[in-house]
């Protein structure tokens, strides 16, 4: 039995003679929100004159305001179920069938069940409900693609970015224009980055879908000089993953050698070319691994607003390095220590403005490790820790003789600690100030030996710096002529200085353990923090599947 094909309404304007009741029935349904009523559908929308389309749309939207008001505005104008509205629902499903290209779920926003609706489809109250549905959709993916799916300080409250949310009223006035597809087109992240994370993820699934990278490499190191099985089984995955031209060799030589040191620099590992247990670990990952980074780097490059064009410092923690970014290009590179892997002293994720410099600066020991670390050393010993200064309230400095430590708790002791300025000083000769609400500032340390670490997680939450003397250079380079020369001379004081910058510059404080690296490879670091597991976990929960995913 054949089916009768829905009627769609043409494209509905504003509804004339209305205004003054419908403004009455706008103010009686808010009234009846806020008392939680139930309004019935007959009336008061009915006695506003409008037709069950409308009626149907009003009462399905009700729980949404943007979408409400919006059709309110519009006197119920469609946007997708009017015979006008072809091109519009039509660029919509085309790009709710590409959310996966994004790591995004196409389950999520249900293009086939609603696809299913119009055809079953009778009368007005179908379509208005129908309507409704549809803006949910598109609003749904339009969030999740400029903003992200997740709320990522519920996931992980280390991860306390403030994420850019698009006005829904502005995003319903854009599809609405005379072009969809081009304001759909407009929503994508425009950075290179995403684009080519977009095209890595694409590359990883062809490669998972064509049984991946080969047989794991087996036993134990290898080495320049090896030969054997081992080494053909190291040769042909390093051709799999692109870094080895086809070969036929056996024998452990230069060119594997290489393909070993470009994939080594390329995941953050010592490139000795040697493909040691930490370097055959990570040779032996399947694309699917690396897929989950690359999906987790596109949710997290959808939380970053930011414009890489103009100058800016970018600490990416898993590679435990800053760098200064000019115009896309890294001017400068340095290592640098990042927070514990423990509770509380974990780097967190955020964005923000470098305003000035401290050089010869004291330091001001934070509260938790005063009461933590130091005061039960000085209630076994009051002249413990001596290079730190007692201070109280109004920051003068207290006798230890006058304090009696004992008496105090870590809830109840008035006074903090404070290291003045000093070849000893913990925070080194120069510290690099955003005042945050984190207390998270880069710095320098007398603790040099740490740099030289693969992993280098020990601080309590700051970001100390192997070359602080050469950033401070590069940051003051831009508004002075002289800039090596005028922070030796205020080194040389001895005083705590405060050095302004004439134009603030954008830190940022991030988390990819996948990211573009040069000439368009992509780099992979170890998740230290296990912030990425937790963030697949949740995509994972909210549909996002590996592999190419129909729509």
Known sequence: ?????????????????????????????????????????????????????????AAAAGTDEAIAAFYRDSGYATLWTGEDDVARRAALFAALAGANDHGLPPARY????????????????????????????????????TSGMLAPKKIDPTIVRDIAHRDPALLLAAI????????????????NVYAQLVKAKLSLEEAFANGGWGAAVPGGALKPGDAGERVVALRDRLIRMGY?????????????QAAVQAFQLAHGLPADGVAGEGTLREINLAPEERLKSVIVALERERWMEIDRTERHIWVNMPDFTARI?????????????????????RTPEFSDQMAYMV????????????????????QRNPNAVGHLQVVDSKGR???????????????????????????????????FMFPNQYNIYLHDTPSKSLFKEDVRAYSHGCIRVADP???????????????????????????????????????????????????????????????????????????????????
């Open 1 to 57: 039995m054949s089916q009768v094909a829905p009627r769609f309404p043409k494209a509905r304007r504003p509804e004339a003679g209305f205004g003054r009741s419908f403004r009455r029935l706008a103010g009686t349904v808010a009234l009846g929100a806020v008392l939680g009523l139930t309004l019935p559908l007959a009336s008061p929308v009915a006695a506003a004159g409008l037709s069950a389309f409308a009626q149907s749309l």
């Open 325 to 345: 970014i000019d115009h896309g290009r890294t001017i400068f590179r340095t290592r640098v220590v990042i927070g514990k892997n423990v509770p509380d002293q």
């Open 244 to 256: 080895l031209a086809r070969s036929a060799t056996r024998d452990y030589d230069r060119t594997i």
């Open 469 to 551: 003397f050469d950033l401070a250079h590069m940051l003051l380079s831009v508004q002075s002529d002289n800039a090596e020369a005028e922070f030796e001379a205020d080194l040389k004081t001895g005083r705590e200085t405060i050095v302004k910058f004439e134009k603030t510059v954008p830190v940022h404080l991030v988390y990819f353990t996948a990211y573009p690296e040069a000439k368009g490879r992509m780099g992979y670091r170890r998740d230290v923090y296990g912030r990425d597991a937790k963030l697949w976990e949740a995509l994972k929960d909210a549909g996002v599947a590996l592999g190419p995913v129909s729509g």
């Open 176 to 191: 609405a224009g005379d072009d969809p597809e081009a304001a759909l087109r407009a929503l994508v992240p425009t950075s």
């Open 359 to 378: 050089i010869n600066p004291s330091w001001g020991v934070p509260r938790s490790i005063t009461v933590k670390e130091y005061l039960p050393l000085l």
């Open 397 to 431: 400095v207290v006798p230890r003789g006058a304090v009696n430590f004992a008496a105090y708790s870590a809830k109840t002791f008035p006074f903090a600690l404070r290291q003045p300025p000093s070849d000893g000083n913990a925070l080194g000769k120069v510290k």
């Open 110 to 145: 249900d293009a086939e069940g609603l696809k299913a609706a119009f055809r079953a489809a009778r009368t007005e109250g179908d379509l208005g409900r129908l309507e409704v549905a549809m803006t949910r959709a598109y609003l749904t993916w339009a969030g999740d693609l």
